[in-house]
């Protein structure tokens, strides 16, 4: 039976669904919801909830429970999440799983703390330094919260890496109908087998995602941020470097079919929108409003954005007559659009950066001045 829920809440309750019992976090709009919620539901669960002073010390916390064996996140916003990015460069390079749940809203800085925007997409992948790998998941609506967080929780697991969910502050606080999948598989990383005395913390031998123990379990765990030898060990050989940075690269781009991706009306389409989070929903409205006007429209929406399905894209862009990227930044999905189109169709950005959603109507007409062919009736 649907439950009527908030986006932030079913944000927390695929998180819990999944496995998640270790929050540590710092309130920031507009994702202090989760944090409530987790400081009000994760000890009914046997969990902890750890309110910290800053969002520094929150990731360091959660990328130690998460070492302990315990499926750990945090949620935050932008600034937050730049507070965040230099310790996750130490989760992705000592491979430790934890999630973290950005609630975008308008910036730079403080910008406009509780208006929405969807400009942290290239903080996602790039935000911390260094050649990494990047997993970011994109809710559209409270039910894809829901989902994708509790996926974010199997994906962070099973790589051993840090995993991104981006939603937005409408899909923040959405309110709307969420069927609760029943049974969500509880995440589970790869536990080591081998006797104690033969375990490396980073060996491969029995696939590209090595196995994890855990502190005070019976395997000795070394979390290196250097670069390091299967043992754990810090190394400084241009071949183990160069096959470290592979390895972790590969783990993931070489599952990138594996990410979920929904395609709408897009068999036919003449004309095809790429978007994602708040400003999928309201591409998808107008693309239904441009079809019952006889306009052959479709739309990509993005739930994985990272890595970016750049083979997905050309696929349904090869033929279009005209692409359209919806978002509300100044422009960072559409590179990535343009690279992967590479010009067998044009690219056009539909953008909108000043803390307002754009609107169906918004969408149509904007098309309109491109493409003209029914779209601004």
């Not at 196995?211 to 390091?228: Q, R």
């Not at 052959?296 to 929406?301: E, F, R």
Request: glycine letters at 10%; proline letters at 8%.
């Amino acid at each position: 039976m649907p439950v009527f829920m908030q986006g932030n809440e079913a944000l927390f309750r695929g998180a819990v669904a999944a496995g998640g019992r270790f929050y540590a976090g710092y309130p920031i709009t507009p994702s202090s919801e989760i944090a409530e919620l987790a400081a009000q539901e994760l000890p009914k669960l046997g969990g902890v909830y750890l309110q910290m002073e800053d969002e520094l010390a929150s990731i360091a916390a959660v990328i130690g429970a998460s070492l302990a064996g315990v499926p750990a996140f945090t949620a935050t916003s932008g600034p937050g999440f730049s507070l965040m990015q230099e310790n996750l460069g130490v989760a992705y390079m000592a491979e430790i799983p934890c999630v973290v749940i950005n609630v975008m809203r308008s910036g730079p800085s403080t910008g406009l703390a509780t208006m929405p925007a969807q400009a942290d997409v290239m903080q996602a992948r790039w935000g911390t330094h260094g050649d990494h790998p990047a997993l970011a998941l994109c809710p559209a609506s409270v039910q894809e919260c829901f989902e994708l967080s509790a996926l974010a929780f199997t994906y962070s697991e099973q790589l051993r890496m840090p995993v991104t969910v981006l939603a937005d502050e409408i899909i923040g606080h959405l309110r709307e109908p969420l069927e609760v999948p029943v049974g969500t598989p509880i995440a589970s990383r790869p536990l080591p087998s081998c006797p104690p005395g033969d375990y490396g913390t980073y060996d491969t031998s029995a696939g590209d995602v090595p196995p994890l123990g855990f502190f005070g379990g019976p395997h000795i765990v070394h979390a290196n941020s250097s670069m390091h030898d299967a043992a754990g060990q810090p190394t400084t050989r241009r071949d183990t470097a160069l096959a470290l940075i592979r390895r972790l690269q590969d783990k993931v781009t070489a599952r990138s079919a594996e990410f979920p991706q929904r395609r709408w009306y897009l068999d036919d389409a003449e004309w095809v929108f790429v978007s994602f989070g708040i400003s999928a929903r309201a591409s998808l409205a107008a693309v239904e409003r441009l079809r019952s006007r006889g306009v052959a429209a479709g739309l990509l929406q993005i739930q994985t954005v990272w890595p970016f399905p750049r083979d997905l894209v050309r696929e349904v862009c090869r033929n279009a007559r005209g692409v359209f990227v919806v978002e509300l930044s100044l422009g960072q999905l559409v590179g990535e659009v343009e690279r992967a189109v590479m010009g067998h169709a044009p690219v056009h950005l539909i953008a909108q950066s000043d803390g307002r959603p754009l609107l169906p109507g918004d969408i149509c007409r904007r098309a309109g001045e491109v493409a003209g062919d029914g779209f601004d009736r």
